[in-house]
C-alpha cells in the first residue's frame, strides 16, 4: 500500500536493466526507465564523449540523461529551450538529433563555452589554427629571458585592467601566466576564424595551471605556492608552474573532440544568447529541458573566475539565480523560487500546446512543489534519480529529481 506522498511523487520501481538513451522512443513509458546508471553502465569516456568535455563543468547533467526525454518528447526539426543552458549540455544532444536548440545564460563564460561546443567547424581548419597558435606561443616564450620581460609588457598592457592583472599574477606562476597572455595576445592579434574555440582551450588551460592543489581544481579558496601532499597523486606535489604543457595537451584533445563531433553535427539550428531569463521574450518552442542552478550551492561566475579576469567578459554575477552567497536562507529560498517561476512562467506563454517542461533538479529544499503550483502546468510526473558514479572527491551519492511537467 503506497503512501499519499509516494502516489503523490510516483517514484516508480523500475527494472534491473539501465536504460540504453538511443533506444527511447516516443511510446517507451516513463514506468520502465532506469536512469540510475553505475560506472559500469555508463563510464566516464561516454558521460564525456566529443565536445561534452572541452572544459570542465561543476553542477552539468550527463547527455544520456538529455538524450532521453528529448527522443521521448522531441522530434527532428521541432525546438527546445534550454533557459540556464550552463555548459550547453542539453544544445549539444539536441543537435546530435536533429532538433533545433535555444540556450541563454547569465553567465558570458557559459555562453562562450556553449557557442563554442556547438559551432558548426570545418575539422581541418581547427587543426590548422590550433596547430598555428600554439607553435607561435612556443616560439615566443622559449626566448632569452631579458627579451621575455619586454614581450611580457607587449602582451599585458594593452588588455589588462588593474584587477585583471591582480587577480592573475596571485593565482599563477609567472612562467604560466606569461605562457598564458602570450596565448591570449594571439587570439587578439590574429585573424582566427574560430577564435572562441581557442579561447576555451585557454581558459581550459588557465584552469590547470592555477596556483592551487592537483585535487582540489573545482574549489580551490587560496593560492597555493609551497609543497604539499597530494591525495591525487599520493605524494609531495608541487605547485604548477607552467602553462604550456596544458596548452600542448589540450589542443590535441580540442582538435579530436571537435573532428568527432563535427562527424555527427546535425544542420539543426542552435543559438544561444547572453541574458537574464526573467526579462526575456521568448520564442515559440516544443518545451524546455534544463538543470537551474540549485539555491545557495555554486556561484557561477566565481567557478570560472580565471576565464573572466583573461578574457575581460562581462560579469553579471549580480543576477544570478540562486547563488552560493545568499546563502539558502528562508528568504533566498523564496526569492529563488519567484525567479525561477517566472523564467518558466515567460517560456510557457510561447510555447506549444501540451509542451513538456523538463526540469532537472537536486531538491533538497523542497522548492519545486510550489514552483509548480504557480505556473499552468500538470504535474505528470516525478522521477527520482540516483546518481550514484561521481568520481574524484565529489564521490558523495544523492538523489536528483526529474520534473516532467505538461503545458495546459
Given at each position: 500500500m503506497l503512501t499519499k506522498e509516494e502516489e503523490r511523487v510516483k517514484i516508480y520501481s523500475i527494472g534491473d536493466v539501465p536504460t540504453r538513451s538511443h533506444e527511447v522512443t516516443p511510446s517507451t513509458p516513463l514506468e520502465e526507465l532506469n536512469l540510475n546508471w553505475t560506472e559500469k553502465d555508463l563510464p566516464e569516456r561516454e558521460r564525456t564523449k566529443h565536445v561534452h568535455r572541452l572544459h570542465p563543468y561543476l553542477g552539468k547533467y550527463i547527455p544520456q540523461l538529455v538524450e532521453v526525454f528529448l527522443r521521448k518528447y522531441f522530434s527532428r526539426g521541432q525546438t527546445v529551450i534550454d533557459p540556464f543552458c550552463g555548459s550547453g549540455t542539453t544544445l549539444v544532444q539536441a543537435n546530435e538529433l536533429g532538433i533545433n536548440a535555444i540556450g541563454y545564460d547569465i553567465s558570458a563564460f557559459n555562453v562562450?563555452?556553449?557557442?563554442?561546443?556547438?559551432?558548426?567547424?570545418?575539422?581541418?581548419?581547427?587543426?590548422?589554427?590550433?596547430?598555428?597558435?600554439?607553435?607561435?606561443?612556443?616560439?615566443?616564450?622559449?626566448?632569452?629571458?631579458?627579451?621575455r620581460r619586454l614581450w611580457m609588457e607587449c602582451t599585458k598592457k594593452p588588455y589588462l585592467s588593474a584587477d585583471d592583472s591582480e587577480y592573475l599574477e596571485r593565482w599563477f606562476a609567472p612562467q604560466a601566466l606569461e605562457e598564458l597572455l602570450t596565448y591570449r595576445y594571439y587570439i587578439e592579434a590574429g585573424e582566427y576564424e574560430y577564435a572562441d574555440l581557442l579561447k576555451i582551450i585557454l581558459?581550459?588551460?588557465?584552469?590547470?595551471?592555477?596556483?592551487?592543489?592537483?585535487?582540489?581544481?573545482?574549489?580551490?579558496?587560496?593560492?597555493?605556492?609551497?609543497?604539499?601532499?597530494?591525495?591525487?597523486?599520493?605524494?609531495?606535489?608541487?605547485?604548477?608552474?607552467?602553462?604550456?604543457?596544458?596548452?600542448?595537451?589540450?589542443?590535441?584533445?580540442?582538435?579530436?573532440?571537435?573532428?568527432?563531433?563535427?562527424?555527427?553535427?546535425?544542420?539543426?539550428?542552435?543559438?544561444?544568447?547572453?541574458?537574464?531569463?526573467?526579462?526575456?521574450?521568448?520564442?515559440?518552442?516544443?518545451?524546455?529541458?534544463?538543470?537551474?542552478p540549485y539555491v545557495g550551492l555554486i556561484d557561477y561566475h566565481e567557478q570560472h573566475a580565471y576565464a573572466y579576469h583573461l578574457l575581460g567578459l562581462e560579469d553579471k554575477r549580480a543576477k544570478e539565480i540562486g547563488p552560493a552567497a545568499n546563502g539558502k536562507s528562508k528568504n533566498a529560498k523564496e526569492t529563488y523560487q519567484k525567479d525561477i517561476g517566472e523564467v518558466f512562467r515567460r517560456i510557457l506563454e510561447t510555447m506549444h500546446p501540451d509542451g513538456r517542461l523538463i526540469v532537472v533538479a537536486n531538491d533538497q529544499e523542497n522548492l519545486y512543489d510550489e514552483i509548480a503550483e504557480s505556473l499552468d502546468v500538470e504535474v505528470e510526473n516525478i522521477i527520482q534519480r540516483h546518481v550514484n558514479r561521481r568520481t574524484g572527491r565529489r564521490s558523495t551519492e544523492f538523489y536528483e529529481s526529474i520534473f516532467i511537467w505538461r503545458k495546459l
Open positions: 562562450l563555452l556553449s557557442q563554442a561546443k556547438t559551432a558548426e567547424y570545418d575539422a581541418p581548419v581547427v587543426r590548422r589554427e590550433i596547430l598555428d597558435i600554439l607553435a607561435k606561443v612556443k616560439a615566443a616564450t622559449q626566448i632569452d629571458s631579458g627579451q581558459c581550459r588551460s588557465a584552469r590547470s595551471a592555477r596556483l592551487t592543489t592537483h585535487f582540489d581544481l573545482d574549489f580551490p579558496k587560496e593560492p597555493v605556492t609551497e609543497p604539499y601532499h597530494c591525495y591525487k597523486h599520493r605524494k609531495i606535489c608541487q605547485p604548477t608552474q607552467e602553462a604550456f604543457k596544458f596548452l600542448k595537451r589540450y589542443s590535441t584533445d580540442t582538435i579530436k573532440r571537435v573532428a568527432a563531433f563535427a562527424d555527427i553535427r546535425s544542420k539543426a539550428c542552435v543559438e544561444v544568447y547572453h541574458e537574464d531569463c526573467r526579462t526575456v521574450d521568448f520564442p515559440e518552442a516544443h518545451g524546455v529541458i534544463t538543470s537551474p
